[in-house]
């Protein structure tokens, strides 16, 4: 009895449980909170890794804010080297995460077969700044950096996961550094050690610095089966590089893995450095072997199947009520593109858009019938911000809005957004009292 009832455990019992949007297949792993399954989206066919977790068990043991705070992390860092959060749903007694399907398995178990060549160390610790970086930049900092954290999908790119233990720059204290002591012990900072506050970015850096060590060396910098002296270690930054490591390799090396954080190497001085730059052979980057065959999804097309039409069903998911995407974020999540329903004339939206636009002459403005388009003119971190607004009819007395970034950089987009353009539309917008508690949509006054 006991074994039929672990396997009907297996896998939840029905599509409908995901509100009919996905299927689940089998279970490609599991720990001690949560359930991993092949899921297949039944509107698109792509296919997805479904994580499960149990809301009673989550809140049992005190995971709340975790699961929150990796949801609003991961709906920020949309990085083509970063794990990518689709979407997540909930039921009564589940939260459901739908992640992108990495294929390639875990960097970890790649290293476990000895050292890699420097080009593939090169082009893998390249994607891992790359993915660093934007964090940093989001103010996200990850903390717990290891090969077991950084997958490689079905073409060979590096993707980081796992952000369980990441922290936004909104949690450092008054002194301007993070004080919680977490990460893995051999790939943790002095400072972050010695439990008098750190900065989570240098932080990562050396993380950064000792996964470089292990991809070249096929084996840790600081490593004792006792853990103090492995610990005592790390603080004196005391490691060797192996004779195979290059003058370049070294130097860079010796520059990540400086126990002083404030003589650390930075981002940008990392890119700079000899041994980074030197370019990669495109060859160099090699397709997974075999290795997600476990998936059973070798050859998919992980792409949707021809356009989406646009009908009641959509309008009525742009609820807030509906959105269960939003169910624990903290209005961290970053997007290129708001869309939002009116019943006011096209008209009407194109003018209160250009009036937003115009406000501080920080943009100018060029509009058609259905369009408007609104160019910065003051260069930002990823030159100047493109924004274009299209409004599109889907019944006579409806129509949807859709705002798209087309240049610029995303963050100062989504600020664009929050702080100026959704204030200025909201009496345009289209609302449902669903979203209030009630049953039918109608236009907000």
């Not at 409908?16 to 698109?44: D, I, M, P």
């Not at 705002?403 to 987009?413: A, H, I, L, P, S």
Request: charged letters at 30%; aromatic letters at 8%.
């Amino acid at each position: 009895m006991a074994d039929s009832k672990s396997k009907e455990e297996a896998k939840p019992k029905s599509p409908a449980a995901l509100h009919g949007k996905y299927e689940l297949g089998r279970l490609l792993g599991h720990g001690t909170f949560a359930k991993v399954y092949l899921a297949r989206n039944l509107q698109s066919g792509a296919y997805f890794a479904m994580k499960v977790v149990a809301k009673e068990k989550a809140v049992r043991v005190g995971m709340t804010e975790q699961i929150k705070r990796e949801i609003s992390v991961m709906k920020m860092v949309r990085h083509p080297n970063i794990v990518e959060l689709h979407e997540v749903m909930a039921s009564r007694t589940k939260i459901y995460f739908a992640m992108e399907l990495v294929r390639g398995g875990e960097l970890f178990s790649k290293i476990s077969k000895g050292r890699i060549k420097d080009d593939l160390a090169r082009a893998y610790f390249q994607q891992l700044i790359s993915a660093i970086d934007f964090c940093h930049s989001r103010g996200v900092y990850h903390r717990d950096l290891k090969p077991e954290n950084l997958l490689l999908d079905e073409d060979g790119n590096l993707k980081v996961a796992d952000f369980g233990l990441s922290a936004f720059s909104e949690q450092i204290q008054q002194d301007g550094l993070l004080h919680t002591t977490c990460g893995t012990p051999a790939y943790v900072a002095p400072e972050v050690i010695v439990k008098k506050g750190y900065d989570g970015a240098k932080a990562d850096i050396w993380s950064c610095g000792v996964i470089l060590y292990v991809l070249l060396a096929g084996f840790l910098p600081f490593q004792d089966d006792n853990l103090m002296v492995m610990y005592r270690k790390i603080h004196k930054g005391d490691f060797m590089c192996p004779p195979w490591f290059s003058p370049e390799a070294r130097r860079l090396i010796t520059r990540l893995l400086d126990p002083s954080p404030t003589t650390r190497i930075t981002v940008t001085k990392i890119t700079e450095s000899s041994w980074f730059k030197k370019s990669v052979p495109k060859s160099i980057i090699t397709k997974a072997e075999g290795e997600f065959d476990f998936f059973g999804t070798k050859g998919v097309d992980n792409e949707p199947k021809g356009p989406e039409t646009l009908n009641a069903f959509h309008i009525i998911s742009l609820s807030q009520g509906f959105d269960l995407s939003g169910l624990f974020e903290e209005k961290r999540e970053e997007k290129e593109e708001l869309r939002f329903a009116t019943m006011r004339p096209a008209s009407s939206v194109i003018s209160r858009l250009e009036e937003v636009a115009s406000r501080e002459g920080r943009f100018s403005i060029r509009r058609s019938e259905s369009m408007v388009k609104l160019q910065g003119k003051e260069r930002g971190r990823k030159g100047k911000l493109g924004i274009a607004a299209e409004i599109l009819p889907v019944t006579p007395y409806v129509s949807m809005v859709e705002v798209k970034k087309e240049n610029g950089d995303t963050f100062e987009y989504n600020r664009f957004c929050v702080e100026e353009l959704r204030p200025a539309l909201k009496d345009i917008v289209w609302t449902s009292v669903a979203a209030a508690g009630g049953d039918n949509p109608v236009p907000s006054a």
